[in-house]
């Protein structure tokens, strides 16, 4: 799942896993799962956490990469982020959600979570638009994208028909 910081990809990964019977598999998920159990890499992700920073490349790749190379089927949310965590890594499909940014503040505004503020919101969408907009065309030949600025009904029966295998021509 590509969308910026609100687009909706935890909403709609975790439906689109429901429905295809596979496990909704989030970075930040994992990363804070890590933290919580007080790992090595788990101290090294806290203190990039504690000083407002997203976790470096190489420590969110060693956090998510054995989990998903266990499965078989899995839908990734949060991950990969940016051009070299993607490094080695294919799709079958890749669900980009567009969502423009005036949509993504309203949403992350609303939320009304202690680091959702206009300033770091905006920062967010800076580091989004330069490190994982470029997934979407690393990605073109799997990308399936849905305009996620619509009600989640919507959203999700859109990403279910586009997913819906095609017969061979």
């Known amino acids: 799942m590509l969308a910026p910081p609100g687009g909706g990809k935890g909403t709609q990964g975790i439906r689109l896993a429901e429905e295809l019977g ?3 598999i989030s970075s930040g998920d994992v990363l804070r799962d890590e933290v919580a159990k007080d ?17 470096p ?11 998903v190379e ?11 982020r940016t051009r070299a965590q993607a490094e080695g890594l294919d799709f079958d499909a890749v669900v980009y959600l567009n969502v423009g940014d ?11 979570r202690h680091d959702d503020r206009a300033d770091v919101i905006k920062e967010r969408l800076r580091e989004y638009d330069e490190d994982t907009e470029p ?16 009600d989640q009904d919507e959203i999700a029966a859109d990403i279910k028909a586009r997913l819906r295998p095609r017969p061979p021509a």
Not at 39 to 55: I, N
Not at 57 to 67: H, I, M, Q, Y
Not at 72 to 78: A, K, N, P, S, T
Not at 135 to 150: M, P, S, T, W
């Open 70 to 80: 266990q499965l078989d089927g899995y839908i990734l949310d949060g991950y990969p």
């Open 39 to 55: 790992s090595a890499l788990g101290r090294e992700v806290k203190a990039h956490m504690d000083a407002g920073r997203l976790a």
């Open 135 to 150: 997934l979407i065309d690393h990605y073109a030949d799997v990308l399936v994208e849905v305009d996620g600025d619509r």
């Open 22 to 24: 596979v496990p909704h």
């Open 102 to 112: 005036e949509e993504v503040i309203r949403r992350l505004l609303a939320r009304g």
């Open 57 to 67: 490349d190489e420590l969110v790749t060693r956090a998510v990469r054995p989990v």
